[in-house]
């Protein structure tokens, strides 16, 4: 799922996420240096994980009225 980065909810939950994200990039640049052939547009890179994620994203008013939601 590209909107935790193609991690596990429990990497996200627990922490992990930016030493793995640290990993994966050692590991792109390192097939890059292996193999720039192979990478004909750019240097690959790890997704990035994003700040939010919702399955059902409450409206403006459900925010409003749930300061919790609203990350308050």
């Not at 991690?7 to 922490?15: I, K, L, N, S, Y």
């Not at 930016?18 to 192979?38: C, F, M, S, W």
């Amino acid at each position: 799922h590209l909107g935790i980065a193609l991690m596990t909810p429990a990497d996200v939950h627990e922490g992990y996420a930016e030493a793995i994200t640290e990993k994966r990039d050692e590991v792109l640049n390192g097939a890059y240096q292996n193999h720039p052939e192979r990478f004909v547009n750019k240097v690959p890179t790890p997704p990035t994980l994003n700040t939010e994620v919702w399955i059902n994203r409450p409206n403006d008013e459900e925010m409003k009225e749930s300061p919790s939601l609203a990350g308050s």
